[in-house]
């Protein structure tokens, strides 16, 4: 399985930003889907799930400003981010669980200018 992020770049506080994860597989066989995050000198932190296609879970920081989507008619998965904060610069890396398995993406770059 290969997991593939698109989407991240350089962008002012405030302004939004969609992040892609496209997968190799169907999305349909993976259990979970997320996003996580890695600040420089910080541990890889969750960012937003999605189970089993329809409940998704957000860190506190991320509420109200990122949504998680899935759409497995293109074996994709959106990360939807508004109102960016300094704060949520990052690499960010795509995540697939399918049941005992987990695969990751390489990550992608997400910094925010004050």
């Known amino acids: 399985v290969q997991l593939v992020e698109s989407g991240g770049g350089l962008v002012q506080a405030g302004d939004s930003l969609t992040l892609s994860c496209a997968a190799s597989?169907?999305?349909?066989?993976?259990?979970?889907m997320g996003w996580f995050r890695q600040a420089p000198g910080k541990q890889r932190e969750l960012v937003a799930t999605?189970?089993?296609?329809?409940?998704?879970n957000y860190a506190d920081s991320v509420k109200g400003r990122f949504t998680i989507s899935r759409d497995n008619a293109k074996n994709t998965m959106l990360l939807q981010m508004n109102s960016l904060k300094p704060e949520d610069t990052a690499v960010y890396y795509c995540h697939a669980r399918r049941f005992s398995t987990a695969y990751w993406g390489q990550g992608t770059q997400v910094t925010v200018s004050s």
């Open positions: 597989e169907s999305t349909v066989s993976f259990t979970a």
């Open positions: 999605i189970i089993n296609g329809d409940r998704s």
